[in-house]
């Protein structure tokens, strides 16, 4: 039997109000380090978008070479699919409900610093299986996100196949907790298909598992403040003239680092 959480409550002088989704999503990530939420892609956009994740993996495959990519473990990882795959993926990052809510943790401007798709292959280890951070090495705590991460769930992310393991509110710590922590604490995140995990890139988090008999596959994106440069310089590797203004503001077109002096000067506004 369930038994719901008391709902009166006394000696309260601030309360958090959530008038819909995205600030439910906004005050979980906030407090636990992570949210889940419905991208609203319809199941035919879906069923594309997996073709398309597909096709984009085998074509990069075909290009980069699987000796290279094996040796350099990555051979699960497609990067910047957005650079070079359908225009699908360029439509997961820039989904209005989702940019909507980074909008909200992220105080200011922010750009995507890097999307990667991510393969969670069936009864083997992969590098994503191990505790990190999206914005690894660092050991830091702010006081607002300074990097958000949105994965996109191209197929259910489930306990079976190896849903992301979290550690909530491990945001808030500098150091990586002890393993008897770990095992207390650890929960997994299911999703369904067509759902955003955000994260804040500061929590630790690893790919669970996949005990299955089929990959479990995400694209993962990460929207950063404009002061931490891109893992790949998306600029100089997309064709910008069918895009609007704020999607190149979001891809980081206004804030690449000036080549020279004369660059920067030109670059500032006129008093």
């Known amino acids: 039997m369930f038994n719901p959480p008391p709902s009166a409550s006394y000696g309260i002088l601030h309360r958090t109000t959530s008038e819909n989704p995205i600030d439910l999503a906004v005050e979980q990530i906030s407090s636990l380090g992570y949210a889940t939420i419905p991208s609203g892609i319809t199941t035919e956009e879906l069923k594309i978008f997996k073709k ?41 990052a820039t989904s209005e409900k989702l940019l909507s809510l980074v909008g909200k943790l992220i105080h200011g401007q922010f750009i995507l610093n890097q999307q990667n798709s991510i393969i969670n292959p069936p009864q083997k280890d992969y590098n994503q299986g191990a505790w990190h951070r999206d914005l690894p090495y660092q050991h830091f705590t702010s006081s607002s996100p300074i990097a958000i991460n949105a994965i996109f769930c191209v197929d259910d992310f489930t306990k079976d196949n190896g849903a992301t393991f979290v550690l909530p509110a491990s945001h808030k710590i500098s150091k990586f907790p002890s393993s008897d922590y770990i095992e207390r604490n650890a929960i997994q995140i299911e999703a369904n ?69 004369q660059e920067f000067l030109d670059s500032r506004p006129k008093m």
């Open 52 to 92: 398309d994740f597909d096709l984009n993996q085998a074509q990069y495959i075909e290009t980069f070479g699987l000796e290279k990519l094996s040796s350099t473990d990555e051979l699960n990882t497609v990067r910047a699919p957005l650079t070079h795959g359908p225009e699908s993926f360029l439509k997961i």
């Open 193 to 261: 298909a067509g759902d955003y995990i955000i994260l804040d890139c500061m929590l630790f988090h690893a790919g669970g598992y996949n005990s299955t008999s089929s990959p479990r596959r995400g694209v993962n994106h990460v929207y950063t403040i404009p002061f931490l440069k891109q893992q790949i310089n998306l600029p100089d590797n997309i064709d910008a003239k069918h895009l609007s203004e704020e999607v190149k503001k979001l891809l980081g077109f206004r804030y690449s680092e000036p080549k020279n002096i």
